[in-house]
């Protein structure tokens, strides 16, 4: 029975993914395809436009067999602890073959050895990279120089291309994570289609994410959702934000104990130096010429869900199912025989089987999706609708 793997945010869900989808089961001949998809908070430092169980449900009925959440503690790190975190979660399940992933390119040999520079020179690399960020630049322009530095300079062009685009930058960390976790998943690379990262909606078919999002927020705006479920966007938890880390300031608590935050951006925060009136504007105010916007997009989500710094070898403990087809019932079962973490079907069970590490990173989860939930009651004055409680919600089975 072979098995593809994939890690996604599906934000929201389009023809891209469901492409993706069907791609690998052709290229791979696997008889079922699990996702590892982020939960209500993603990768930008963001809330998902739509909640994770919408979600779920549009990629099973895209044909995905089996989606598994990837802990928040996960989903809202930088591209190296997100694709870490999938990757170990997919090796732990113990028959996943595949992991596929979308690629930007027309060779995949300069991204591998990207990949080997990273992992198998790594004391060279990292002392390069050192001296890069002591000029003054980001972290991603100075990996970015650092890798170069190794490529000949009829290769440069080439190698730089494919790490300016934001699929390329995950796919390596793919790579990076099989090699550091030496999981037994064999990289399946997809050529992506359509629209790029950050273009609009172009009539091509297949459109980006990016562009997605940007007309529900227009038609958010516009009120023309049309009775669907109406998305989320980042300055709806500005006010949540600005309380916690006022609350945080005035108790004098120490930010560097938050994922993320050092010492220069926790002296900042702590002596007042931001602007609340937004989302954006908190961000603008906080950005540096170290510290990208994205960098400081995913702070404060931990700020916000409380989430603590923690060692970097730290994995996913366990691995919990949003939903799953039923044609899928036997790759489940195998799941519970192979799985070295464990599976949960239902959040209620969690506090039986998890312990340490595992149950806090659950615990963060249901703080996360409740709050999700209970403030898109409060945006959209549902105010008839029972508080939400994730410990009382069932699969989705289609």
């Keep these: 029975m072979k098995t593809a793997g994939i890690i996604a945010e599906y934000n929201p869900f389009h023809k891209g993914h469901e492409y993706h989808i069907k791609k690998t089961k052709d290229l791979t001949a696997a ?33 995905a067999d089996l989606v598994l959440e990837l ?37 995949s040999m300069p991204l591998r050895r990207i990949a080997e520079i990273i992992t198998e020179e790594a004391d060279e690399f990292k002392k390069v990279l050192d001296e890069k960020i002591r000029e003054g630049i980001s972290y991603p322009a100075a990996r970015q120089e650092a890798i170069l530095g190794f490529f000949k300079e009829e290769e440069r062009q080439e190698a730089a291309g ?46 980006s994410a990016t562009g997605l999002r940007k007309q529900m927020y227009e038609a958010r705006k516009a009120g023309l959702e049309n009775g669907q479920e109406r998305p989320l966007i980042p300055d709806d938890f500005t006010d949540l934000i600005a309380y916690k880390i006022e609350q945080e300031r005035h108790k004098e608590r120490d930010f560097t104990a938050f994922e993320d935050v050092s010492l220069e951006l926790a002296n900042r925060i702590k002596n007042g130096e931001y602007d609340i009136r937004s ?26 869900l409380d989430i603590k710094r923690t060692d970097k ?86």
């Design 162 to 207: 494919i790490l300016s685009l934001p699929n390329n930058i995950l796919a390596l960390e793919y790579l990076k994570a099989i090699s550091l976790l030496d999981a037994g998943l064999d990289p399946v690379y997809v050529k992506r289609l359509g629209d790029g990262y950050k273009d609009d909606i172009s009539g091509k078919g297949f459109p």
């Design 71 to 107: 802990p928040c503690r996960f989903s809202t790190a930088s591209a190296q602890r997100f694709a870490y975190g999938g990757v170990s979660m997919l090796n732990s399940l113990g028959l996943v073959d595949f992991l596929s992933f979308g690629y930007e390119g027309e060779r």
């Design 279 to 304: 989302f954006e504007r908190l961000c603008m105010s906080l950005k540096s010429k170290q510290y990208t916007y994205s960098r400081i997009s995913r702070v404060l989500m931990h700020i916000l």
């Design 313 to 398: 070898s730290v994995e996913p403990g366990y691995a919990r199912i949003l939903g799953f087809r039923k044609e899928a019932s036997e790759l489940v079962k195998r799941i519970e025989e192979k799985s070295s973490i464990p599976l949960i079907k239902r959040p209620a069970e969690a506090e039986k089987m998890l312990t340490g590490e595992a149950y806090l990173q659950f615990k963060e989860d249901v703080f996360a999706s409740e709050l999700y939930e209970n403030q898109s009651a409060r945006v959209f004055d549902n105010t008839d609708e029972p508080r939400f409680n994730e410990y009382k919600q069932n699969l989705t089975v289609i």
């Design 31 to 63: 008889e079922y395809v699990i996702v590892v998809m982020s939960g209500d908070f993603v990768q930008r430092g963001e809330p998902s436009c739509l909640s994770k169980y919408n979600r779920t449900r549009q990629a099973l009925l895209g044909g």
